[in-house]
């Protein structure tokens, strides 16, 4: 078996059936990105360790799993991934992926339906979005951080926490934050990655001047 898909198993303790289901995933996302351009094609042959192993690393920082929201969901990633552990784990809870592409909502709605997941799809831009719930936010390759807030904070109060999974420039992007918001941040090392981190946000406050 493939060493990413061993470390998969033994990192998440998931069953041999939620491995079909991911090798699934993985299998309509190579066929899908022909057309789609939706993952980097040189990632092709890594796609566990690159895609699904660095989106289901911040599982765990859900404390509240009953309203996820994946911004910029693209090509599934965190939120696929999420739901399908949440299905594996028994968890109850609704995940929406926001995507402003609608070729890219196709694949995904297709890519829910061969895979039997209860997820919802909202094509629309991020910035015409508004929370119904209190809600955790989740992003993978989105918006820098300080636009990420801005977006959100434009037309929502519902927002419990926000976890991003961040490249190196992380820091730089938390120092460019904090000139507008005050928060509360933890900073968690990727798994996939000694250069990139996962950051946890709440307590999201407008820096009054």
Do not use: W
Not at 36 to 56: M, P, Q, V, W, Y
Not at 100 to 114: A, E, G, R, Y
Not at 140 to 166: G, P
Not at 193 to 198: F, L, Q, T, V
């Amino acid at each position: 078996m493939d060493q990413d898909v061993e470390f998969f198993i033994k990192k998440f303790n998931v069953s041999r059936e939620t491995i079909e289901k991911l090798n699934k995933y993985k299998d309509f996302l190579i066929i899908s990105n022909k057309l789609l351009n939706l993952i980097g094609k040189t990632t092709e042959n890594h796609i566990f360790s690159r895609h699904f192993i660095d989106s289901a690393q911040i599982y765990d920082l859900i404390e509240d799993k009953s309203e996820i929201i994946d911004l910029g969901s693209g090509a599934g990633f965190p939120g696929v991934i999420l739901k399908i552990l949440m299905d594996y784990n028994k968890i109850d809870g609704n995940i929406t992926l926001i995507e402003k592409s609608p070729k890219k909502c196709k694949f995904l709605q297709d890519l829910i339906d061969k895979l039997d997941l209860d997820i919802k799809i909202v094509n629309l831009k991020i910035e015409n979005f508004k929370l119904n719930k209190i809600s955790t936010i989740v992003s993978r390759a989105f918006k820098k951080t300080v636009d990420t807030i801005d977006i959100l904070l434009k037309n929502n109060d519902k927002i419990r926490n926000i976890i991003l999974i961040k490249g190196k420039t992380y820091q730089q992007e938390i120092e460019e934050a904090k000139k507008k918001y005050t928060f509360d941040v933890e900073k968690f090392r990727s798994i996939t990655s000694d250069e990139s981190y996962i950051l946890k946000i709440s307590n999201i406050k407008r820096t009054t001047t």
